[in-house]
């Protein structure tokens, strides 16, 4: 597979000219290999054999590919380096990809339709997720419209540290308009009393300013932002007062009894989220609904967890059972049906 690349590398034997970003970099592939392990150029290319090559005016094309030039395609949407990753993917079946391009890469891949590719880049961001850089997966999710699971993962970890989540999202904010900002809100698990840091965080990267800074932060254009939906938050939230405080007036837009649909009811919450007193509740809220039980007084206790030790389903659980059956307060009887319905008996 090695020696694929180095194929990929060489543009004497190159018959596809694929032309990235907004200044339409060349870089030259081949299209064996495009076609036979990827869908999507598998059809782009289909119909390209008996039509004439058009190469734009303004592209420097290589002498030694001219003659062999099969197909121009476009891809604006993405850079050179992620075009390069994406191609080594496809010519060798494996990359390496740093946590700072797997977000880029998924987007591309997604567009190419190279499903594989695109759940590598979603896993391995995932497992290097922290709550500075959580936002981002959160807006790729978005965009790539995946499960509600992985947005709410995501939003679980930005809860657990708000404003670091808010600091390193700020490029993500920037990109956010009031509906998708509102839908962060409503999310069941996200504090009231946090609205106001978060719509301030909101403001100021729309206007390129950190979170943590206040030199140049236009706070009458920040009201003017916020003004949409500042009716999200209470009149006791301190960041709102702050803005109030120097000259922004909400009228009576500002409410103490606030009631908003929430969404993110997910049955199934990754165990890295559950460690703090907020998010712990929340599990327990949503696990209270989903089996009809009392929320505990007592400290869950995370037995396994999935990514470390890979038990199959029915395996999970039977030793959730033999944990549960230790337990002086269960019943054998009792643990047996517990068991039977967590397998959907």
Known sequence: MASNNSIRLDKTFADVLLLVGVNKTPIYAHAN????????????????WTEPVRVPEDIAVDPRVRRNLRAVL?????????????????????????????????????SILLVDLKKYCLAGYYQDMYPYN?????????????????????????????PDAIQGGKSVFRGLDVEQLSH???????????????????AKALQGIDSTDDTGFDV?????????????????????????????????????????????????????????????YAFWKQFSRQFQMMVPD????????ATEHNFSEIEFHKRCLVHA???????????????QFGMGG
């Open 184 to 202: 962060i809100i409503r999310f069941y698990a996200f504090p009231r009393v946090e609205v106001g840091r978060l719509l301030v965080g909101w």
């Open 325 to 339: 059956c230790l337990d002086q307060n269960y019943s054998w009887e009792g643990c047996w049906r517990f068991y």
């Open 74 to 110: 476009s891809h604006p949407e993405a850079d050179e380096t992620t075009a390069n990753l994406v191609l080594m993917f496809i010519y060798t079946g494996f990359v390496s990809i740093s946590t700072d391009l797997l977000l880029p890469v998924a987007v591309f891949a997604d």
């Open 134 to 162: 959580c936002l981002a997966f959160y807006a790729t999710c978005i965009k790539l419209q995946e499960s509600e699971y992985l947005k709410i993962a995501a939003l679980m970890l930005a809860l657990q540290n708000l």
């Open 298 to 305: 007592t400290t869950p206790i995370l037995l396994y967890r």
């Open 33 to 48: 290999f495009l076609s036979q392990n990827c869908e999507y150029y598998r059809t782009a290319l289909a119909d390209r």
């Open 220 to 280: 009458r254009q920040a009201c003017e932002d916020i003004k949409p939906i500042v009716y999200l938050c209470t009149t006791e939230d301190l960041f709102i007062s702050a803005l109030t405080s120097n000259g922004c007036f909400w009228e009576s837009r500002v409410s103490d009894n606030v009631k908003f649909d929430t969404w993110g009811e997910a049955t199934i919450l990754d165990s890295r989220v559950l460690m703090c007193p907020i998010e712990r």
